[in-house]
């Protein structure tokens, strides 16, 4: 596994860029967010996304998220009307993850099997950001959430500790604050809020 010392603030390009071309070849990082340290790797990255599932023990079920860095990209990847769009467009860059309905272009493996959604997400976090800059396309990301545990992981040593033999790379930004993404399924009519976390989505329910 490769650990990358990158500043929370200022992340330097050269490591960005090495960053950057793991996930290029198919390799699952951890990275940080706006909320919380997360896997990530390539859309359609046979091998990450395997090792993913095993990680976190998901199954065909779970819904995934791409990470975008702003809403020009949301087009091939989701269905939205114009007033969804403006929504969106008023949301973010926030901690929210817009469950939308997925456009034929997502991979059928990260579209919910039943529901054929997906999860959108743009974050505002300087790492992330310099990550999808560097990467010209959506990151595949989900929750730092191991079985059994209840909690998401926070500090980077102990990330490195627990899965240094199992991840091909990790960016080390130092201890972050730990929260959840509020997410907000916004396929009916009515945006309806899944799970309450960072984010205040009330001006959206009006």
């Known amino acids: 596994m490769e650990v990358f010392y990158i500043h929370p603030d200022n992340p330097q390009p050269r490591l960005i860029e090495q960053a950057a071309d793991l996930l290029r070849r198919d390799q699952l990082i951890i990275y940080p967010t706006d909320t919380s340290y997360a896997f990530g790797c390539r859309l359609g ?22 990470l975008c860095r702003d809403l020009s990209e949301i087009a091939n990847y989701a269905t939205v009307d114009n007033v969804q769009f403006k929504q969106l467009k008023a949301h973010t860059p926030a901690p929210i993850t817009f469950i939308l309905t997925a ?11 039943k529901k054929k959604t997906i999860g959108i997400r743009v974050p505002s976090n300087p790492i992330a950001q310099a990550l999808l800059e560097a990467m010209d396309e959506p990151i595949l990301t989900s ?28 960016i080390n930004a130092g201890i972050k604050t730990t929260k959840l993404t509020t997410i907000v399924d916004m396929t009916s009519s009515v945006p309806e809020v899944i799970r309450q976390g960072a984010a205040d989505v009330d001006s959206l329910l009006l």
């Open 103 to 113: 456009t034929k272009d997502v991979p059928k493996k990260l579209a919910h099997a």
């Open 45 to 66: 990255a046979k091998d990450a996304l395997a090792k993913l599932k095993q990680i976190r023990e998901l199954d065909d079920k779970h819904q995934f998220t791409l």
């Open 143 to 170: 929750s730092l959430i191991l079985p059994n545990r209840d909690d998401i992981l926070d500090d980077p040593f102990e990330i490195e500790d627990l899965l240094g033999n199992q991840i091909d790379g990790l």
